[in-house]
């Protein structure tokens, strides 16, 4: 079974500062790491996301499926609302943002009872903590994959950083890229702008074009992408080797 599918990576996340642990709540499986266990309180913020995710898929059966962005509802729940404005931004339909718009209303929600956070699910991960952070970089198959990290300043969080990938994972990608990384205080923007670039990649060529794109979208401090052994990077971004 491959490595992201069995989440051992997870065991590499454990700052020496913070308590970490899981919670699963039915297709949502959060690693967590805060200054104490807050397994309940985490449980209790996924319930509530949940929630209202699915009764407004249930009101609203295109929700789910759509593909594309669809309007603004001043009736639906904050979580739903973040997604359908960060989509209409990216373009992409509402769901590509349900990974990172979970784990930055758990994040946000577990602040009320933490300095610090560290929210991942399945890839994309909202950050608050007090000293800098470095994120490994994981590309599937491709040579630069565990040879490469994000450091994450302090004055960059609260901060989303979401991945998508045409070649790793089970999510929906037209694209080809091995990965594209986004960095943006919204994590579900960041989760619905991956997704977006990642879908525009189908050559080497198109990496370079990338920052252009993500320009267009706003709201996003930097990024990269990688197909194979070639790597683009853009804005508010450092690597570090790892």
Same mark, same amino acid.
């Given at each position: $079974?491959?490595?992201?599918?069995?989440?051992?990576?997870?065991?590499? #996340?454990?700052?020496?500062? $913070?308590? &970490?642990?899981? *919670?699963?709540?039915?297709?949502? /499986?959060?690693?967590? &790491?805060?200054?104490?266990?807050?397994?309940?309180?985490?449980? /209790?913020?996924?319930?509530? &996301?949940?929630? !209202?995710?699915?009764?407004?898929?249930?009101?609203?059966?295109?929700?789910?499926? %759509?593909?594309? @962005?669809?309007?603004?509802?001043?009736?639906?729940?904050?979580? =739903?609302?973040? $997604?359908?404005?960060?989509?209409?931004?990216?373009?992409?339909?509402?769901?590509?943002? #349900? +990974?990172?718009?979970?784990?930055?209303? *758990?994040?946000?929600?577990?602040?009320?009872?933490?300095? !610090? =956070?560290? =929210?991942?699910?399945?890839?994309?991960?909202?950050?608050?903590?007090?000293?800098?952070?470095? #994120?490994?970089?994981?590309?599937?198959?491709?040579?630069?994959?565990?040879?490469?990290?994000?450091?994450?300043?302090? /004055?960059?969080? @609260?901060?989303?950083?979401?991945?998508?990938?045409?070649?790793?994972?089970?999510?929906?990608?037209?694209?080809?890229?091995?990965? *594209? &990384? *986004?960095?943006?205080? %919204? +994590?579900?923007?960041?989760? +619905?702008?991956?997704? +977006?670039?990642?879908?525009?990649?189908?050559?080497?060529? /198109?990496?370079?074009?990338?920052? !252009?794109?993500?320009?267009?979208?706003?709201?996003?401090?930097?990024?990269?992408?990688? $197909?194979?052994?070639?790597?683009?990077?853009?804005?508010? #971004?450092?690597?570090?080797?790892?």
């Amino acid at each position: $079974m491959p490595l992201y599918t069995k989440r051992t990576y997870r065991k590499q #996340v454990r700052p020496g500062d $913070m308590t &970490c642990f899981g *919670v699963a709540v039915k297709e949502t /499986d959060l690693w967590v &790491c805060a200054d104490r266990n807050l397994a309940d309180e985490t449980r /209790d913020l996924i319930f509530d &996301c949940r929630h !209202q995710i699915e009764s407004y898929m249930k009101l609203t059966p295109g929700f789910r499926d %759509s593909l594309v @962005p669809l309007p603004d509802d001043p009736l639906a729940p904050p979580v =739903v609302k973040e $997604m359908i404005r960060v989509t209409s931004q990216t373009h992409v339909g509402p769901m590509a943002s #349900v +990974a990172g718009a979970i784990a930055q209303f *758990v994040g946000r929600g577990l602040l009320q009872f933490t300095k !610090q =956070v560290i =929210v991942e699910n399945g890839g994309d991960i909202f950050l608050n903590a007090h000293r800098s952070l470095t #994120v490994s970089v994981f590309a599937g198959s491709s040579a630069l994959s565990h040879r490469l990290g994000l450091l994450i300043s302090t /004055d960059q969080m @609260p901060l989303g950083v979401c991945s998508s990938s045409g070649t790793v994972g089970h999510s929906l990608s037209h694209g080809t890229a091995d990965l *594209v &990384c *986004v960095l943006s205080p %919204s +994590a579900a923007l960041a989760d +619905a702008a991956a997704t +977006a670039l990642g879908n525009r990649i189908r050559s080497v060529e /198109d990496l370079e074009r990338a920052a !252009q794109w993500a320009d267009r979208i706003g709201g996003i401090l930097g990024g990269m992408a990688v $197909m194979g052994d070639t790597l683009s990077a853009w804005g508010d #971004v450092e690597l570090v080797e790892v």
